[in-house]
């Protein structure tokens, strides 16, 4: 008489095993982005809790931003890059230079390298002005970029990246997707655990 140990040998040796379904080598990769990007882009960040603000003009963008900030203090707010701190100075939006004393920073202003569509992803790198800091240190990020900056695919992204720096890429590329998040203490979602903790992008 077979043993218990025997009998679950032998019902496993004939066991009937499914042929593993095998991948479809020819599908594409990405799934197809049937809006315009803009739209996609911001379907697709505010998916992962992140604010997109699309506007008609430069005009309506300060608008925008200039309500946004109405309750933070100016001390609070910090820009490093002239081009924006040029900006924000034209709109009367009173900020700090990130060079000066930075522990009140409550918001970061930054421009980017591109918007991704697919992901809803902004791509910095630590070759623009601020370095890699002002899009972590913040536990507010914002960003502002132009429609000329959105691509549809990663894979575009990268490409016109190394046709921006040829042969001198920046020594840190990064792609932010939503808030800064983390469930690994107790598979509890804690947002801003390892940067910011809130993402708004305003396009125009």
Partial sequence: ??????????????????????????????????????????????AVNGSVYICKSQQELTEKLRTHLE???????????????????????????????????????TSCEFLIAHTGSVMVSSAMEGGRQMSVYPPQHVVIAQQEQLVDYLGTAYDKIQQKYID??????????????????????????HGPRELHVFLY
């Fill in 1 to 46: 008489m077979a043993s218990a140990r025997e009998e679950i040998l032998k019902r496993l040796e004939n066991a009937v095993h499914p042929e593993p379904e095998m991948p479809d080598f020819d599908a594409p990769v990405y799934h197809t982005i049937d809006k315009a990007l803009d739209l996609t882009f911001k379907a697709n960040l505010e």
């Fill in 71 to 109: 309750n933070i203090a100016d001390s609070a707010i910090f820009c490093a890059e002239k081009k924006l701190q040029n900006l924000l100075t034209q709109s009367n939006i009173k900020h700090q230079n990130y060079r000066e004393e930075a522990t009140t920073m409550e918001v970061g202003i």
């Fill in 168 to 193: 001198q890429l920046p020594s840190q590329i990064t792609l932010v997707t939503g808030p800064s998040r983390t469930a690994d203490i107790e598979k509890t979602l804690v947002m801003g655990a």
